[in-house]
Nanobody
Framework: QVQLVESGGGLVQPGGSLRLSCAASGSIFSLYAMAWYRQAPGQQRDLVATITTDGSTNYADSVKGRFTISRDNAKRTVTLQMNSLKPEDTAVYYC??????????????WGQGTQVTVSS
């Protein structure tokens, strides 16, 4: 199994930048696909960005061109660089790890979340 801890959330003005980090421990980090999700008040949890074990990335349309996901297997971390932030980016952001090695289904693990508020 893997434990995930997010950090880097906070209050930022529209147009500003913020970098979120996710630290993983307790398992083989390099074999997990990683992702960031977010959940606004009263809304479902939506996928923001993914990064595979080989570094391929995908982004939700709402954040393309503004957010960048990356991973450092040596440090066992995943980051989400968020630029040109908008008020609609306000949400709790969650780190996700997915394990699919030698299993009949995928297994998902979640961090506790970190609050991002974009407001003037």
């Amino acid at each position: 199994q893997v434990q995930l801890v997010e950090s880097g959330g906070g209050l930022v003005q529209p147009g500003g930048s913020l970098r979120l980090s996710c630290a993983a421990s307790g398992s083989i980090f390099s074999l997990y696909a990683m992702a960031w999700y977010r959940q606004a008040p009263g809304q479902q949890r939506d996928l923001v960005a993914t990064i595979t074990t080989d570094g391929s990335t995908n982004y939700a349309d709402s954040v393309k061109g503004r957010f960048t996901i990356s991973r450092d297997n040596a440090k066992r971390t995943v980051t989400l660089q968020m630029n040109s932030l908008k008020p609609e980016d306000t949400a709790v952001y969650y780190c996700n790890a997915r394990w699919s090695v030698r299993t009949p289904r995928d297994y998902d693990y979640w961090g506790q979340g970190t609050q991002v508020t974009v407001s003037s």
